[in-house]
């Protein structure tokens, strides 16, 4: 169970394009899904936090208007990112856990990623 | 906030060696800890957790220990195999945010 499904599982596009990324919590409802870029040194980067019905929440240095989170119910939540530039590829990754709220002690459930290429 | 150290990688070992990745943490109270697995192209996966003081978790083989007086939670494995090459990545888990070590590579060659 707490399966996360992430489409597509990878993207060429090219540069000023837009690119849709859905993360699907197949199994269970999640009011709180977790959007992560992931770096060539593997490094996991946090970029925002989605919130079923609200806005999300963007880390630091995350601009918004560029990566734009909806989500839109309680077992979907996608991120575009806008007008990419090359400088945007990397592997991306949703989580989300199940629940009603983030229970303590309970574990994230991931997507298996996104790779983006802008070329 | 709550802060994840992890021992540089990547770690390099021959199959049937002993492993062991050091992780540290920082955080308010006493947050559930978890050790993650990614394997090449895809996304992560729980590979064991704990969520107080002396829990052990355990799975595959690999072993963690919830230590509060030195706050860490090290991972073990007595027999490495090839299979066993990935990225592995150590984290706090709180109510909203979960914070995640850099990653440590391992390497496991025949």
């Known amino acids: 169970g707490a399966v996360v499904s992430q489409h597509p599982s990878w993207v060429i596009c090219k540069s000023g394009t837009s690119v849709k990324i859905e993360c699907r919590s197949l199994?269970?409802?999640?009011?709180?899904m977790f959007w992560y870029r992931q770096f060539p040194k593997q490094s996991l980067m946090l970029m925002a936090t989605s919130n079923e019905g609200s806005k999300a929440t963007y880390e630091q240095g995350v601009e918004k208007d560029k990566f734009l989170i909806n989500h839109a119910s309680l077992t979907l939540s996608t991120l575009t990112v806008t007008s990419a530039h090359p400088e945007d590829s990397s592997f991306y990754i949703c989580?989300?856990?199940?629940?009603?709220?983030?229970?303590?002690?309970?574990?994230?459930?991931f997507g298996n990623g996104t790779r983006l290429t802008v070329t | 906030g709550d802060s994840v150290t992890q021992m540089e990688g990547p770690v390099t070992l021959s199959e049937e060696a002993c492993l062991t990745i050091?992780?540290?943490?920082?955080?308010?109270?006493?947050?559930?800890l978890f050790w993650y697995v990614q394997y090449p192209g895809e996304g992560l996966q729980l590979l064991l957790k704990?969520?107080?003081?002396?829990d052990k978790g355990s799975n595959k083989g690999f072993e963690a220990t919830y230590r509060k007086e030195t706050t860490s939670f090290h991972l073990e494995k007595g027999s490495v195999q090839v299979s066993d090459s990935a990225v592995y990545f150590c984290?706090?888990?709180?109510?909203?945010?979960?914070?995640f070590g850099t990653g440590t590579k391992l390497q496991v060659i025949p």
């Open positions: 199994d269970f409802q999640a009011t709180t």
């Open positions: 704990a969520t107080k003081a002396d």
């Open positions: 050091n992780c540290t943490y920082t955080a308010t109270g006493y947050p559930s």
């Open positions: 984290s706090t888990g709180g109510y909203q945010k979960v914070t």
């Open positions: 989580s989300a856990r199940p629940g009603q709220g983030a229970l303590l002690g309970s574990p994230l459930h």
